[in-house]
């Protein structure tokens, strides 16, 4: 295979035709650039099958082109006009609860939800951000929940 880069699209056809059966399948190096439909003065940026490879029977050749006065991208299907819109930031969600901000000096109280997190007091949950504490939920103490109605620290 020659090397074709750097060829303007009829010399780069010229020389697969040299080839034999070798077909020609032109595209715009640019994802956002269309390929005019008379384009021999546009260049090759790319090919495939590479220069120097070995060709067997027929074989399709791929070339990227850019149009005059365009320089090529640094890889085929690049951006030639980038969106100008600021990149979105992505939003990450907390995986757990915050931890207690006061370590419990005696185990839960009865009623809890199961799990080590544990609040001395409805100021300790609120401070962490985790109040209002529903019944199940880390955290959640009989001795929070004052009306017993499965919600601490809610008042």
Not at 68 to 76: S, V
């Amino acid at each position: 295979m020659p090397g074709l880069v750097g060829l303007t699209s009829a010399d780069a056809d010229a020389a697969v035709a040299k080839l034999g059966e070798a077909k020609v399948e032109a595209r715009s190096a640019y994802a956002d650039v269309a390929l005019a439909p008379d384009h021999p003065q546009w260049t090759v940026c790319f090919q495939t099958p590479a220069a120097g490879a070995e060709l067997a029977g027929p074989t399709a050749v791929e070339l990227s082109l850019t149009a005059p006065g365009t320089p090529c991208p640094e890889k085929a299907g690049a951006s030639l006009k980038p969106s100008k819109a600021p990149a979105k930031t992505p939003t990450i969600a907390p995986t757990r609860a915050p931890a207690p901000t006061e370590a419990a000096t005696e185990p839960p109280a009865t009623g809890g939800g199961g799990s080590s997190v544990y609040y001395r007091t409805c100021a300790d949950a609120k401070a962490a951000g985790a109040a209002p504490i529903r019944r199940g939920q880390p955290g959640y103490g009989k001795h929070l929940d004052r009306d017993n109605d499965g919600i601490a620290c809610d008042k």
